[in-house]
């Protein structure tokens, strides 16, 4: 079964850093492409970040690019995301995501607020 656990979500003020992590576990972790994705209040699911399954090649949306970082550590099962830089449009919460043929698998996220 595929689980994916988010954590390190939290209350920061503008201009912080957070580091989230996703604990990967019921699939080859390495086989994968893995992504961020976060959805605010009231707003639809954004796509925020992806890291290909060998973490040599990452993409990023707009919004976040310079900002944010994604990387991943295949022996520990585990993908993070660095934000630095945050502002309160970056207040979501935030989920670790992969895709397996037809099925896409999302964690219960990790809520990320960014307020004064």
């Known amino acids: 079964e595929v689980q994916l656990v988010e954590s390190g979500g939290g209350l920061v003020q503008p201009g912080g850093s957070l580091r989230l992590s996703c604990a990967a576990s019921?699939?080859?972790?390495?086989?994968?492409?893995m992504s961020w994705v976060r959805q605010a209040p009231g707003k639809g699911p954004e796509w925020v970040s992806i890291?290909?399954?060998?973490?040599?090649?990452?993409y990023y949306a707009d919004s976040v690019k310079g900002r944010f970082t994604i990387s991943r550590d295949n022996a520990k099962n585990t993908l993070y995301l660095q934000m630095n830089s945050l502002k309160p449009e970056d207040t979501a919460v935030y989920y670790c995501?992969?895709?397996?043929?037809?099925?896409?698998?999302w964690g219960q996220g990790t809520q990320v607020t960014v307020s004064s």
């Open positions: 995501a992969t895709e397996q043929g037809s099925e896409g698998y």
């Open positions: 019921g699939f080859t972790f390495g086989s994968y492409d």
């Open positions: 890291i290909n399954s060998g973490g040599g090649s990452t």
